[in-house]
């Protein structure tokens, strides 16, 4: 995730802001009078992590087998390739039955859609892309809809529309990034209070060139969270305990669902900075999600 990516983090403040008004309401409205136990799911935005070879997958796998191994590292994903084309249904299909039931799908928005017709004109695509994800049936968490940051207020009514004719059967988060969209707080609590309304999730971007989009307005009972680390420096492990400390407090006021997906240049620092988090969070929480682990490796026999 190279938005918002800052080189030199020495101004940066990275303390978390205090919550919207509007979230502890959300959380209180929504939920539920028998709560369940709440769903965590932690992730990376690929799975083709070939650093990881010896290490957090088995030495010597086929490319074709990397999604079942990272399905036994991490429990959801932020999927990136959906960006780029429309998967058909067998495709959709063989990543379903390469992962546990407890995995989810987090399918970003192609771009055609988001990006290069701005939502517009994009009912047919959108109709086809939510038909074929939805052959991944309970392994689909949400889509993920990752608007440029040219898309700015002046196409709200777009955005309406859009969401309005969103096919209701597949679960929607939406990531703003013009910052208009932040600057008056006026239009900003509005559009805030339209996602409530539709039942759509605001994405919440922790990333250090743009603070104004870490705005903590949940929207729905679910928190869909994209952190940007910077190669396990102090901060990264900070901001990790202040995420697990926020989320505890969301949870004991009845957040249902939360999806973190971590995006660092070197993947080989995504696990130890999920390990570290989810620690934390089971310290806090005493919800225990399995964290990434370095697997024994077969270790070929000698003559003597």
């Not at 918002?4 to 403040?13: A, E, K, N, T, W």
Request: with cysteine.
């Amino acid at each position: 995730m190279d938005f918002g990516r800052l080189s030199d983090l020495r101004y940066v403040d990275f303390r978390l802001p205090a919550d919207h008004p509007e979230t502890a309401a959300l959380l209180a409205r929504t939920r539920p009078a028998a709560p369940a136990a709440p769903a965590i799911y932690v992730g990376c935005p690929i799975w083709t992590n070939k650093a990881w070879l010896g290490s957090y997958f088995p030495a010597g796998i086929k490319e074709a087998d990397y999604l079942h191994h990272y399905a036994r590292q991490f429990n959801s994903i932020e999927l990136n390739t959906t960006h780029y084309r429309i998967p058909d249904a067998p495709t959709v299909r063989k990543w379903r039955d390469a992962v546990p039931a407890g995995f989810r799908f987090c399918p970003k928005m192609p771009q055609i859609i988001s990006h290069d017709r701005a939502l517009y004109n994009a009912d047919e695509l959108t109709t086809t892309f939510c038909r074929a994800i939805s052959e991944l049936d309970e392994r689909l968490g949400m889509a993920f809809l990752q608007l440029p940051p040219t898309f700015g207020p002046e196409h709200l009514r777009r955005l309406e529309r859009y969401l309005l004719d969103f096919p209701a059967y597949v679960p929607l988060a939406v990531e703003l990034r013009h910052p208009a969209w932040f600057t008056d707080t006026g239009l900003r609590d509005s559009v805030f209070a339209l996602l409530e309304a539709l039942g759509k999730t605001l994405v919440l971007t922790d990333v250090a060139g743009r603070r104004d989009v870490l705005h903590l307005r949940l929207t729905t009972p679910t928190a869909f969270i994209r952190f940007n680390g910077h190669g396990l420096v102090g901060s990264d492990y900070s901001r990790a305990d202040a995420w697990a400390e926020r989320l505890a407090q969301w949870l004991a006021q009845g957040l249902q669902t939360a999806y973190i997906f971590i995006h660092q240049k070197d993947i080989m620092h995504s696990p130890r900075w999920t390990q570290h988090f989810l620690e934390k969070l089971r310290t806090l929480t005493g919800l225990d999600v399995a964290p990434p682990l370095i697997i024994s490796q077969p270790v070929q026999g000698s003559l003597f």
